[in-house]
T-cell receptor, first 113, second 117 residues
Framework: AQSVTQLDSHVSVSEGTPVLLRCNYS??????LFWYVQHPNKGLQLLLK??????LVKGINGFEAEFKKSETSFHLTKPSAHMSDAAEYFC???????????FGGGTRVLVKP | GAVVSQHPSRVICKSGTSVKIECRSL??????MFWYRQFPKQSLMLMAT?????????EQGVEKDKFLINHASLTLSTLTVTSAHPEDSSFYIC?????????????FGPGTRLTVT
């Protein structure tokens, strides 16, 4: 069994300040973890993924995430928010050997000018 | 690349009618595709796993007779919402699984907004 908890349903930041989106997971197997972004009425875009290689993962658009097994966390960060980062973000887990994705509840990011 | 398309992007249908949504992998073959449903301001929920040449596997609580899935080729899966009702109005998203060097990754379509009146 696997599950994902995104600890914040909404995050509001000012443009140019850091962004932190928190994600905790549980999995019976060695997990693969993903962060996706969804802009309004659009599909999902993969930001980054962890698949048991380096624990610090760099993604697109300046995002990165760190896999911490001891804390069962996979938090997403960006040093400086841009207006275009306003969107919904999903943390996703799958068992390394499996193919079903389990989505977190999502975090809506608002970027203030 | 790995591009997945969906058609239509938006559809409005009357209550009691059926509507078909197509999911295509444009530049790769996908033996497995997935269908998700997303209600407003909510997360994605997996509805079913579509396997080429065999019956789809439905998640608990999803009516297989209402949501018909056909995966007739390695690049096309279809979801037919039969006898649609207003509560079926939702954003339907498909994904196609690409297998490369032993790694499996899902690529998502842009979604289909279904409104049942």
């Amino acid at each position: 069994a696997q599950s994902v908890t995104q600890l914040d349903s909404h995050v509001s930041v000012s443009e140019g300040t850091p962004v932190l989106l928190r994600c905790n997971y549980s999995s019976s197997y060695s997990p693969s973890l993903f962060w996706y972004v969804q802009h309004p009425n659009k599909g999902l875009q993969l930001l980054l993924k962890y698949t048991s290689a380096a624990t610090l993962v760099k993604g697109i658009n300046g995002f990165e995430a760190e896999f911490k097994k001891s804390e069962t966390s996979f938090h997403l960060t960006k040093p400086s928010a841009h207006m275009s980062d306003a969107a919904e973000y999903f943390c996703v887990v799958t068992a390394a050997a499996g193919n079903k994705l389990t989505f977190g509840g999502g975090t809506r990011v608002l970027v203030k000018p | 690349g790995a591009v997945v398309s969906q058609h239509p992007s938006r559809v409005i249908c009357k209550s009691g009618t059926s509507v078909k949504i197509e999911c295509r992998s444009l530049d790769f073959q996908a033996t497995t595709m997935f269908w998700y449903r997303q209600f407003p301001k909510q997360s994605l929920m997996l509805m079913a796993t579509s396997n080429e040449g065999s019956k789809a596997t439905y998640e608990q609580g999803v009516e297989k007779d209402k949501f018909l899935i056909n995966h007739a080729s390695l690049t096309l899966s279809t979801l037919t919402v039969t006898s649609a009702h207003p509560e079926d109005s939702s954003f339907y998203i498909c994904s196609a699984q690409k297998v490369q060097r032993g790694l499996r990754e899902q690529y998502f379509g842009p979604g289909t907004r279904l409104t049942v009146t």
